[in-house]
């Protein structure tokens, strides 16, 4: 039997059928989150109302029913379209919780979640508080926005996802905390376009932890620094605001590391592609970034046999990969998507081509890759141990993000089991992955 005493929120809906709507919608996710609906004031743990802004007697009748809520109760969050004309309401009450605009019911459970948090009860929580995973329990993704402003030519993901829809920090820094609470210790941070995280806001600050945050990447970064555990960019793109990024990282905490999905070199192609920053210096961007922390671990994708690929354009594309340097890279031989606009181009690659085009360039980064890896031998590295097998532990350093880069083999796993973090000393390569031992060996 639980003895955990479940929140009460009360609803009072005003206006229109949309209005009831976004009532019920408030109502829905409450109820899904465990909270219970009271029908009075004064059994609410919070009261929500949602207003109508319509007409003159609409706003009195709003006005009338928060001022009702706020002596029965206290607590109240308001909601609607009286919300919108928030000066109306300001003018006449200081004390309400919060006042958000119609449709916002995302908004509205993030208040409650804050002013009355449901405690996690596990004998009737379906889900635990650091929700389901798919990963390892050491590690796990935090998807920090959804959709894509940018339109490249291959890639149909706008139209499937929509635009940017960044999610507040409180609710990305509060699922961290989750994670955190229940044993993870590296945060792997995603998006479509990571670079362009909190460009969708109108208000630009959040609350978290009592303190203003501005809503944007490098303070989103920031905050995540304090849980002092380590964190992981992917899908950066190459803008100079990135530079002070890596000012914050360390191997610690906000990891030397990032991935960046440069596609190409060639300008022409990747103005072709549409892609973002493509009128960025991106070796002039990597020098600056390795400047600032010359340890920085790079990943990057590219693309080759884009439509109108000369062999001009792939020249570039290997000179940029010799003189990158990169940690980590993967490669894909172009294929057309149902939708994208590069499927309708006439100059398309021949098949041949392409896989010529992605030998070549393979074979440039294993070269690279085998130098850059035999670089460590006899260097102490600090590493965590993802999967234990019967010949090895399979661990990576900060340089390796899981899945798709490569790994740290640790010879006589014996007592090591998955989530460990131990100094190893390298003590060989091969192409992808390192091989290492005790620090005594
Ligand atoms: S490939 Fe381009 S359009 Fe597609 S999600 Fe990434 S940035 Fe957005």
Known sequence: MSSVKIPKIGFISLGCPKAGSDTEKIMTRVKTQGYEISSSYDKSDVVVVNTCGFIDSAIEESLNTIDEALKSNGNVIVTGCLGEKRGIIEERFKNLIAITGSEADKEVVDIINKVAPKPHDSFIDLIPKSGLRLTPSHYAYIKISEGCNHKCSFCIIPSMRGKLASRTPEDILSEAQNLVDSGVTELIIISQDTSAYGVDFKVKQSFW?????????????????????????????????????????????????????????????????????????????????????????????????????????????????????????????????????????????????????????????????????????????????????????????????????GVVYLKDPEGLMAGDRLDVKITGNDSYNLFAGPLDD
């Not at 990447?217 to 002070?244: C, N, Q, S, T």
């Not at 994708?301 to 570039?316: A, L, N, S």
């Open 209 to 405: 932890d009592g303190k203003p945050v501005k809503r944007d990447l490098y303070h989103l970064a920031k905050e995540l620094k304090k849980f002092g555990i380590w964190v992981r960019f992917h899908y950066i793109y190459p803008y100079p605001h990135i530079d002070h990024m890596i000012e914050l990282m360390d191997e610690e905490t906000i990891l030397p590391y990032l991935d960046v999905p440069f596609q190409h070199a060639s300008p022409k192609i990747l103005k072709s592609m549409k892609r973002p920053a493509d009128a960025e210096d991106n070796l002039k961007r990597i020098q600056a970034w390795r400047q600032i922390n010359p340890n920085i671990a790079l990943r990057s994708t590219f693309i080759v046999g884009y439509p109108g690929e000369t062999d001009h354009d792939f020249e570039q594309l290997i000179d940029f990969i010799k003189e990158a340097n990169l940690d980590h890279v993967g490669c894909f031989e172009y294929s057309n998507v149902e939708g994208a606009t590069a499927k309708l181009m006439s100059d398309q690659i021949p098949d041949i081509v392409k896989k010529e085009r992605y030998n070549r360039l393979m074979e440039t980064q294993k070269t690279l890759s085998e130098q850059k890896l035999k670089s460590l031998i006899g260097s102490i590295q600090h590493v965590v141990v993802d999967e234990v097998t019967n010949d090895f532990a399979l661990a990576r350093s900060f340089r390796s993000a899981p899945d798709v880069d």
